[in-house]
Each structure stands twice: as C-alpha cells, then as structure tokens.
Nanobody, 127 residues
Framework: VQLQAFGGGLAQPGGSLRLSCVAS????????MGWYRQAPGKSRELVGT???????NIADSLKGRFTISGDSAKNTVLLHMSSLKPEDTAVYYC??????????????????????WGQGTLVTVSS
C-alpha cells in the first residue's frame, strides 16, 4: 500500500487548511485510514482516524477544530483543520492500517504487518 499526502503548507493563526491522502495498491487488508502528526522535538501523536465503515474519531484535544472524512471507494482520507494555532505546526503523516477487536471486545489494535505510512506533509502555522 502506498500513501500520498497533499495540502500541507503555511497558514496563518486562525486560518484553515485541508490535507488529503490517497492510498493505492492492495487495499484488501486495510480497514482504517487516518492522520498522525509530529511536532519538532515531540513524539508522533494521533490526530484522527476513520474506518471504512465511516466511524470517525478525532483526538480530544483537537475536537471542534479538526474533522476527518473519507471516501473508502476512492481510498481517500481528508483532514479539515480550522482555527489553526502555532502549536499545530508539525509534519502530518497519513496512515492506513488493519485493526481488529481484542479478545474481550473492549479495545481495538493494529494488526502487525498491515500498517502503512505516507511520507509526511509539513504544516506551518505562523504569522
């Protein structure tokens, strides 16, 4: 699976950006796509995910400003970012994976071997 991200760049504080990611290749073992980000000097963190069934989740700290949407038929995931802040500056990575419910049904986990990453796109929020 190959992932190609588009839409990064420079935005002013309070502005908006939209990132898109298109997946290609054998998608038979992919049931979720999403975005992660890594700010300078920090570890990579989850931004949001959406399953092929349309179940979308955004990190609690980003709710109200970021939304995620997808088109499973087109193997595309979009990240809509608004009210941007300088602390949103980061490299944003597209991800595609296969998740499975845990034995007790209370959690989901990434299945090893089916976890793919795009090259990252830089988002800079600055005046």
């Amino acid at each position: 699976v190959q992932l190609q991200a588009f839409g990064g760049g420079l935005a002013q504080p309070g502005g908006s950006l939209r990132l898109s990611c298109v997946a290609s290749g054998n998608m038979n073992m992919i049931n979720r796509m999403g975005w992660y980000r890594q700010a300078p000097g920090k570890s990579r963190e989850l931004v949001g995910t959406i399953t092929t069934d349309g179940d979308a989740n955004i990190a609690d700290s980003l709710k109200g400003r970021f939304t995620i949407s997808g088109d499973s038929a087109k193997n595309t995931v979009l990240l809509h970012m608004s009210s941007l802040k300088p602390e949103d500056t980061a490299v944003y990575y597209c991800n595609a994976d296969y998740i499975q419910r845990g034995d007790d049904g209370s959690y989901w986990y990434k299945v090893s071997g089916y976890d793919y990453w795009g090259q990252g796109t830089l988002v800079t929020v600055s005046s």
